[in-house]
Each structure stands twice: as C-alpha cells, then as structure tokens.
Nanobody, 124 residues
Framework: QVQLVESGGGLVQAGDSLRLSCAAS????????MGWFRQTPGKEREFVTA????????DYADSVEGRFTISRDNAKNTVYLQMNNLKLEDTAVYYC?????????????????WGQGTQVTVSS
C-alpha cells in the first residue's frame, strides 16, 4: 500500500512563495511519475504539474508555468512543489499523486494513489 503525506500548505499573501512537500512510502518511488493537482470548492480537481520517475521531464499547466516548479528527491522519496509569486486564484487544496508508471500525465485516471491534500490560501 502506498501512502502519500503532503505538507507545507498555509496562508500567505499574494506575491509570496510556498513550498509543498509530498513524502511517499510503500513503493519503489523512482519508477513512478508524480503529479500535483488542486481543487477549489465547487470545481473539479485540476492538473497543476507532473514529473517523470527519473525527474528528467516535467509538465505544467499554463496557469502556473513560470511560477511553479516541481522537483523530486528519489533518495528521500519526496516530491516538491515550489510556488512563487502566488496569486489569489492559486488558493486551493493541493494533492499529490503517484502515477501508474514513470510517465507524466494531466489525466487523473493515470494516477493510482493520492494524498490527503494540503490547503493553500493566498490573501490580498
């Protein structure tokens, strides 16, 4: 059984930075892509970014391109989401997920395990 534990969420002001972490256990971490998604009340969960198992390739939603950076440390079984220049519209619950293989994907069905989520609130 895979367990994912997100941390690092909180309340920040617009323009601030925040780094989320997602620690994984129960699987050979480096074999699998990892993704971050987010969800706000009343809306569907949306793709934010993903990284391949090796870390050699990444993908970003247009809304966060240039502001967010995904990275991973396979020795620590941890994936990170560095969020810079945060905007009000970045407010959401952020979820990390393990992909079914080493790929990157924007589709939820490509991911087999999900964390519990961490709240990020950006205020003006």
């Amino acid at each position: 059984q895979v367990q994912l534990v997100e941390s690092g969420g909180g309340l920040v002001q617009a323009g601030d930075s925040l780094r989320l972490s997602c620690a994984a256990s129960g699987r050979t971490f480096s074999r699998y892509g990892m993704g971050w998604f987010r969800q706000t009340p009343g809306k569907e969960r949306e793709f934010v970014t993903a990284i391949t198992g090796s870390g050699s390739s990444t993908d970003y939603a247009d809304s966060v391109e240039g502001r967010f950076t995904i990275s991973r440390d396979n020795a620590k079984n941890t994936v990170y989401l560095q969020m810079n220049n945060l905007k009000l519209e970045d407010t959401a619950v952020y979820y990390c997920a393990v992909a079914r293989a080493g790929w990157v994907s924007r589709t939820e069905t490509a991911y087999s395990y999900w964390g519990q989520g961490t709240q990020v609130t950006v205020s003006s």
